[in-house]
């Protein structure tokens, strides 16, 4: 199960629309949910200082339904209704990795007074392997 580390607010990604890629697409335990997916997505257009692509997530309620968040952004990555299939969970989400898409990042202080960055809007672009997806 993947460990992320806290992001110091200084490496925070900047506020604003960028192209991103699916990195990975995990399932796990959280406070928020019982079980949730979480889709990591790499920012295209942002380096840190070390050179270092910027990572954003996304976590959904691991509940794919109608109006749902899980089937929300599933669609918008995919940039497609599911098929009755799909919805009957005849998916597999992992293969969304390499999806190139249009992320709107937005900053959000915690009751604690921490800023993360998280994935407001999602919007699809296309697969890694097609021209047009590029700068992947």
């Known amino acids: 199960m993947p460990l992320y580390p806290r992001i110091p607010e200084c490496h925070l990604p900047p506020e604003g629309k960028h192209r991103a890629k699916v990195v990975q697409v995990t399932a796990k335990e ?3 949910f019982k079980k949730e997916i979480c889709y990591t997505f790499e920012l295209a ?12 997530f996304r976590s959904c309620k691991n509940l794919l339904t109608q109006k749902t968040e899980l089937l ?20 597999d989400l992992e293969l969304l ?3 190139v898409v249009e992320v709107e990042v937005v ?7 921490n800023t ?11 697969k890694a392997d097609d021209s047009s997806a590029l700068p992947f």
């Open 45 to 56: 257009d942002l380096a840190r200082d070390d050179g270092s692509r910027f990572w954003v």
């Open 30 to 32: 959280s406070a928020r």
């Open 97 to 99: 990795i390499g999806y």
């Open 116 to 126: 993360y960055a998280i994935v407001k809007t999602i919007a699809h672009v296309g």
């Open 107 to 113: 900053h959000r202080e915690s009751r604690s007074g």
């Open 72 to 91: 929300s952004v599933t669609e918008h990555i995919l940039g497609r209704a599911l098929t009755k299939s799909e919805l009957d969970g005849n998916i």
